[in-house]
């Protein structure tokens, strides 16, 4: 049975409609103004939350990221979790103690002995198990940290291209 068999009797009875091009342009705004809807939800000012993204996206730390924007290195890490990123201080096992404290299975001296978690790191692991990022607000900071402040890719002297693929 060849294509020609299987498409015998297979008609078009309605046209597509032509839709156009959709297209988002968020150029003409800077991040904290795209930020500027989440500023409910986020644990921070939308400035601030921007200074803290836009550092994070040169490849510095978090705790970094937290002294230029002059906010705790918790707050910044908040911050980046709701907006996409993965932060949490835990590994995949951590993580599972932490949502069995949050059900109430374990006390928090237990759950924080077996993920070998501080304080702090406890805390922020609940956090980020308790709180959703925001896909509006993920999408507005994107393209800020997939491609970092210059508009170019982080790693581009460590790609190659298909000119790199010719024999010399």
């Known amino acids: 049975m ?3 068999d299987i498409a015998a009797g297979v008609e078009v009875t309605t046209e597509q409609r032509d839709r156009g091009v959709a297209t988002v342009d968020e150029t003409d ?5 795209r930020l500027a809807d989440h500023a409910d939800t986020l644990p921070c000012e939308p400035s601030v939350a921007a200074t803290v993204v836009e550092v994070y996206a040169e490849g510095r730390s978090i705790d970094t990221a937290a002294s230029v924007a002059e906010v ?5 890490a908040k911050t980046l979790h709701l907006l996409g990123e993965q932060v949490s201080p835990l590994g995949p096992t951590g993580r599972e103690v932490v949502r069995d404290w949050l059900d ?5 001296t237990e759950a924080m002995e077996l993920a070998g978690a501080s304080e702090q790191a406890f805390a922020l692991a609940a956090y980020v198990e308790t709180h959703e990022p925001i896909p509006e607000a993920r999408e507005a900071v994107a393209a800020t940290l997939s491609r970092g402040l210059g508009g170019e890719e982080p790693l581009d002297e460590a790609m190659s291209n298909v000119t790199d693929l010719r024999e010399s």
């Open 29 to 33: 705004a800077d991040l904290p103004e």
């Open 2 to 4: 060849g294509l020609s």
């Open 72 to 76: 705790a290195p918790t707050t910044a």
């Open 104 to 108: 109430a299975r374990l006390s928090r």
